[in-house]
């Protein structure tokens, strides 16, 4: 079924235009409230969002979406994704709302939403929601005497502060590590530095000056120069990277090297592995992570399986195969003995976990294999489907030639924006480059 509001991850857009507008946010939260309103019990939804201006727009709508449907909603105002998904399930709501666009910059925002036990809806359920969002929902109003409340929850802070803490084993700390965490201006800017503290580190924040419009602006995950150059002027043992929402990390190390999910993952499949606490001898990653990552694995006696891209297809794979780590190259990695979804902050515990206990520096811990040369583009089109036109297609014919047996090729279109990316991979990285370059050609000729 074609959709019309959810994409791969929720709803997106560009703020104040459809769809991430007032009356769809309204809309959504009549839709999902009468879903979701399930028995005679008091409903409940509780909504985050990060730092950009528009959330207050949108939060807003939501309330009265929800509300209107009879549903109680608690607020918790600037939070991470994670701590959303983990709070629904601790305050036994029924749904719970992230108001954010992840990475993106402040014009865009998005509505992620997670069912009673912290996973994102599945397809049946936004099918469900994409119905009702475009019929007459007054059917569905309250009565006057069983309207929603609304309040803000206090506390919770410390809630997710305590359960990022509790994923360490108890008698562990950071004493003697100086910490550089950059929240990226966005929804970790309080707990990420509290917690890193809590446990003993020495740390440094940047970031943490959310005003509406600078989220992820030259800081965080996807933009990493200026903690670099914060590692280096402190001398610092490690950065930490988080993206606007707290559901991905990079991690930087006491050189200023970028430390990519890939070898994040590596580091905690070997030591889950070897405590003995991987629930399967493999983890899950997807199509996107380097061949060097694979191979790493093999080479330890675990397997790599590979998915499309996007969190919820590793989720999908993890639980329908009982994996219990996986992730992104981007940094989501979600360890399902704790979460539900990514988290950054999460993930950078277990590896500063290891390098507590080993007493070794980041770059040597966070070293596990040499990454095969890799190059991804991205090419924007306005519209049609370059990909189906012969020019592209004998580019990709041509380039899957090149690599057969020296490397791979990835073409996706983005499940976000207007964006088709080209991935190669390979021994040669003259070949590599030559084979995107190709390929971006033709894409840029047929876009």
Known sequence: MSRKYFGTDGIRGLANRHPITPEIALKVGMAAGTVFRRGVHRHRVVIGKDTRLSGYMIES??????????????????????????????????????ISASHNAYQDNGIKLFGPEGYKLNGEAEEQMETLIDSDLSEYLAGSDVLGRAKRIEGVHARYIEFAKRTLPRDLRLDGLRVVVDCANGAAYKVAPDALWELGAEVVSIGVDPNGFNINKECGSTSTDALCRKVHEVRADIGIALDGDADRVIIVDEHGRIVDGDQLMAVVAQSWHEDGRLSQPGIVATVMSNLGLERYLGSIGLELVRTSVGDRHVLEAMLADGYNVGGEQSGHIILSDFTTTGDGLVAALQLLAVVSRSGKPVSEVCHRFEPLPQLLRSVRYKAGKPLETSLVKEAIESGEGRLAGAGRLVIRPSGTEPVIRVMAEGEDSRLVESVVSDIVSALEGAA
């Open 61 to 98: 709508a939501l309330v009265a979406g929800f509300t209107a449907v009879g549903m109680d909603v608690f607020l918790l105002g600037p939070m991470p994704t994670p701590a959303v998904a983990m709070l629904t399930r601790s305050l036994r709501c029924d749904l719970g709302v992230m």
